[in-house]
């Protein structure tokens, strides 16, 4: 099965939700008229990033569903018959979680929230308390959702693709110069497509790095944006390369775990 995938990479004006919503509209309008099936968007698309305070997050952050830009997603992935992907601040009660979510053609399908706090972010958001999820849409598509910093994490990406996952969507704002570098190898070991949405510029003394990428289940990078400027990338995709996990024809990515080794990684 083909189909397209889109990275938005874009640049949010920080706590102008207004600006940042009808921005992401424009440009997810245009990687629509492009094909594209399934589109992320950065981390923290309707806000921007560098907070100073919970308070201030809190200022511009929304439920889910039924905050005005999940909504705004939520209308245009219903009117286009698409997925789209989306980083933002999610309210809950006197908390905000940095999060993504997922909306798809008949509407709202569920949020994910950062389990690995990078940085200062400590400070302002609470930490993820959902287990890691995979949609899996009876059209055949089957997403799972990471958050920026969850790369570093390998088994984040693992979780996601044990649970079926054939595309990882990777909402960022990377200031580091590894993710870049490494979702290829989460590619490869967990033979899924990842979808690297990451943003520019700068806010508060934070430069963002750009590069947004899309790899196949091989590690081949598809496409890969600039450092430091807006773009879209559209990529045709074959979704039954993620659904074969023969490495060669004697070695199964999956069938050839040995998980009572692997104890431990879970252990508290």
Avoid at 167 to 179: M, T
């Amino acid at each position: 099965m083909k189909i397209k995938v889109a990275v938005i990479q874009m640049e949010p004006k920080l706590l102008d939700v207004e600006y940042n919503t009808e921005h992401s509209l424009e440009l997810i309008d245009q990687a629509i008229s492009e094909g594209a099936k399934v589109i992320v968007l950065p981390e923290l698309a309707n806000t921007g990033y560098a907070f100073e305070s919970t308070e201030e997050a809190l200022k511009v952050a929304e439920i889910a569903p039924g905050g005005p830009t999940v909504s705004a997603w939520e209308e245009k992935a219903m009117e286009n018959k698409i997925y789209i992907v989306g980083g933002f601040a999610e309210k809950s009660g006197f908390r905000v979680y940095n999060s993504s979510v997922l909306v798809g053609p008949h509407g709202y399908i569920g949020t994910y929230r950062k389990l690995h706090l990078f940085d200062k972010e400590k400070e302002i958001f609470a930490p993820g308390n959902l287990d890691l999820w995979v949609y899996h849409g009876t059209d055949g598509i089957n997403i799972g959702m990471m958050i920026c910093f969850d790369w570093v994490f390998p088994e984040v990406a693992r979780v996601l693709a044990l649970k079926g996952a054939d595309i990882i969507a990777h909402p960022a704002n990377l200031v580091l110069p590894y993710a870049q570098r490494a979702m290829p190898i989460r590619a490869i070991e967990n033979r899924v497509f990842t979808v690297t949405a990451n943003r520019v510029g700068f806010e508060r003394g934070i430069a963002f790095t750009g590069q947004s990428l899309i790899v196949n289940p091989l590690g081949k990078v598809l496409k890969k944006a600039n450092k430091d400027k807006e773009a879209i990338l559209v990529e045709e995709i074959d979704l039954s390369l993620a659904k074969d996990k023969n490495m060669t024809e004697r070695n199964n990515l999956f069938e050839d775990r040995r998980p009572k080794y692997y104890r431990k990684l879970v252990e508290e």
